[in-house]
Nanobody, 123 residues
Framework: QVQLVESGGGLVQAGGSLRLSCAVS????????MGWFRQAPGKEREFVAA????????YYADSVAGRFTISKANAKNTVYLQMNSLKPEDTAVYYC????????????????WGQGTQVTVSS
C-alpha cells in the first residue's frame, strides 16, 4: 500500500521560508516522478513542482520558479519543497503526489496523494 505523508506546513510572514517534506512508503522512487500541488480555497488544484525519479530533472510552475526548490532524498524515500520569499498568494493546502513516469502538470495523471499540509502566509 502506497502512502504519502506531508509535514512542515504552518503560518509564516510574507518574505519568510518553509520546508515541506513528503515521506513515501510502499513504493520505491525508481521510475516515478514526484510532484507538489497546491489548492487555495475556492480554486482548483494547481501544479507547483515536479522531480524525476533520479532527481536530475526538476520542473516548476512560473509562479514559484526562482523561489521554490524541489529535491529528494532517495535513501529516506522523502521529497522536499523548500519555499523561500513566500507571498500571501502562496497560501494553500500543499499536496505531494506520485504516479507518472514522465513529467506531468496534470493532477489526474498522479495516482497517489498525501493528505495535504496547510501553508498560510500573512501579509
Amino acid at each position: 500500500q502506497v502512502q504519502l505523508v506531508e509535514s512542515g506546513g504552518g503560518l509564516v510572514q510574507a518574505g519568510g521560508s518553509l520546508r515541506l517534506s513528503c515521506a513515501v512508503s510502499g513504493r520505491s522512487f525508481s521510475n516515478y516522478y514526484m510532484g507538489w500541488f497546491r489548492q487555495a480555497p475556492g480554486k482548483e488544484r494547481e501544479f507547483v513542482a515536479a522531480i524525476s525519479w533520479s532527481g536530475g530533472s526538476t520542473y516548476y510552475a512560473d509562479s514559484v520558479a526562482g523561489r521554490f526548490t524541489i529535491s529528494k532524498a532517495n535513501a529516506k524515500n522523502t521529497v522536499y519543497l523548500q519555499m523561500n520569499s513566500l507571498k500571501p498568494e502562496d497560501t494553500a493546502v500543499y499536496y505531494c503526489a506520485t504516479g507518472p513516469t514522465t513529467w506531468e502538470i496534470r493532477s489526474y495523471k498522479y495516482d497517489y496523494w498525501g493528505q495535504g499540509t496547510q501553508v498560510t502566509v500573512s501579509s
